[in-house]
């Protein structure tokens, strides 16, 4: 079983570059989310999507879109990247919303 | 424990011990809690969970208490081998800025041969 899985595993950046992190998961799971992870900090929660059709600001949502293409997959993007953004991206999975969470194994993003 | 900031606390224990890692949280309101395992270059994985009406339970060699009188959880690991090195958090069930759960930073344990 897959679970969850993202690409790209690496990806550097100029600033003002633009680009969009993929997601998908094959466990049939309504929730889906968009973490960073730098370090010595937890996890922090940029955009969700409770169900397919409905997507939520988290903690962080500043520079970034997500789009819920289908129950399977959600997406991120980064419009004018910045090098504030350097920074691990895990997406992750649910059943539903306070269920636990399915990670993928990260996208490194550096941004220069 | 657990400790916001850029180093992380660490816990080097020698393989074949016991391991108590802890963690504090934030909101007495807080009723599911979740411990992740997190390698190097690798995502989180779910370890265990525990609702606000258990403090015990058990997995296996793993086992999470919950102690709601002073906001604390503490996951245990039997019998600590060299794969178990890596970045332990925490996890709570509290809404804050749109988000379902807030994680600690970890805590890094080392297992010695």
């Known amino acids: 079983n897959a679970g969850v899985t993202q690409t790209p595993k690496f990806q550097v950046l100029k600033t003002g570059q633009s680009m969009t992190l993929q997601c998908a998961q094959d466990m049939n799971h309504n929730s889906m989310y968009w973490y960073r992870q730098d370090p010595g900090m937890g996890l922090r929660l940029i955009y969700y999507?409770?169900?397919?059709?409905?997507?939520d600001k988290g903690e962080v949502p500043n520079g970034y879109n997500v789009s819920r293409l289908n129950k399977r997959e959600f997406s991120l993007r980064l419009e004018s990247a910045a090098p504030s953004q350097t920074s691990v991206y895990f997406c992750?999975?649910?059943?539903?919303?306070?269920?636990?969470?399915?990670f993928g194994s990260g996208t490194q993003l550096s941004v220069l | 424990g657990e400790s916001v900031g850029l180093h992380l606390p660490t816990l080097s224990v020698q393989e074949g011990d016991n391991s108590i890692i802890n963690c504090a949280y934030s909101?007495?309101?807080?009723?599911?809690f979740i411990w992740y395992k997190q390698e190097s270059g690798k995502g989180p994985q779910f370890i265990i969970d525990?609702?606000?009406?258990?403090d015990k339970r058990q997995g296996q060699r793993v086992t999470v208490l919950l102690n709601k009188t002073v906001k604390h959880l503490s996951l245990q690991i039997a019998a600590t081998q060299p794969g178990d090195s890596a970045v332990y958090f925490c996890?709570?069930?509290?809404?804050?800025?749109?988000?379902?759960?807030?994680f600690g930073p970890g805590t890094r344990l080392s297992v010695l041969p």
């Open positions: 909101n007495s309101a807080s009723d599911y």
């Open positions: 525990i609702r606000s009406n258990m």
């Open positions: 996890a709570e069930n509290i809404w804050n800025y749109g988000q379902n759960f807030v």
């Open positions: 992750a999975s649910s059943v539903q919303r306070d269920e636990k969470l399915f």
């Open positions: 999507s409770a169900s397919e059709g409905t997507t």
